[in-house]
């Protein structure tokens, strides 16, 4: 159905080594994401004297997770990479209180395992569980407050597809939309980012309203799967 969730799994501690790992799969969609906190800030905040710490995203398509294989990105990165680490980067920090992180930098990296849509958003909602679950190990050594985690997060895309709003569109649903939306959201209700972009033909503030809740409401049952894994590993 159109207000449905592809089938959503995370399998946390997937890999031993980072402080927070999880594979999150959403439908044929798969990401790892993996956790990495150092005692360090970038160089442009202690330029600038800011105070805190820094949560930083990197993201790549490994060379057979699509249907033709990718190369991997050696000499540079494309601008689609680059605008989907920061659109990863920006949703995690609203989950985090960077004053009360300290001088600590936490870099997650998502590598998308298998593509069939929604690769961005599925990254954002595994991120979120597996930097929760790394700043919860430095919680409970008492290195950091309890406050440092603020807020959950996740994402999820929506879309208009044969004249009908859907959520959560896999790679066959995306590739025909004629809107196509990626919207964030926070455990209060309040919206982290929306991206949108009329692919076909322009679309009204009824339709976008219209998706909107409907990506609320798929957020929502996220979020769900999100606290009841982080329960489970507590």
């Not at 989907?84 to 997650?108: H, N, Y």
């Not at 929502?220 to 999100?226: I, K």
Request: aromatic content about 4%; overall charge negative.
């Amino acid at each position: 159905m159109a207000d449905e969730l592809r089938p959503v799994t995370l399998t946390p501690d997937y890999v031993i080594y980072p402080e927070g790992s999880v594979l999150i799969a959403v439908g044929q969609t798969k990401v790892l994401c993996n956790v990495t906190v150092e005692e360090s800030v970038p160089g442009w905040m202690r330029a600038q004297g800011v105070e805190g710490g820094w949560v930083t995203a990197e993201y790549a398509l490994l060379p057979r997770s699509t249907h033709r294989r990718t190369s991997r990105e050696t000499a540079g990165f494309k601008g689609r990479t680059q605008e989907i680490r920061r659109f990863i980067g920006r949703s995690l920090r609203a989950a985090v209180d960077l004053k009360k992180l300290g001088e600590r930098i936490c870099i997650v990296d998502c590598d998308v395992i298998q593509a069939d849509g929604g690769t961005r958003t599925v990254a954002v909602t595994g991120g979120y569980v597996a930097l929760a679950a790394a700043l919860r190990k430095l919680i409970q050594g008492g290195l950091l407050p309890s406050e440092v985690l603020k807020i959950g997060v996740a994402a999820v895309s929506v879309g208009v597809v044969g004249g009908l709003p859907v959520l959560d569109l896999c790679y066959e649903e995306d590739s025909i939309a004629d809107v196509d939306v990626n919207v964030v959201m926070n455990a209060a209700g309040e919206f982290v980012e929306v991206q949108g972009t009329a692919e076909g033909a322009s679309f009204s503030r009824a339709t976008l309203d219209e998706l909107l809740d409907l990506a609320q409401g798929g957020i929502a049952r996220l979020m769900a799967a999100q606290r009841a894994i982080l329960d489970e590993i507590a």
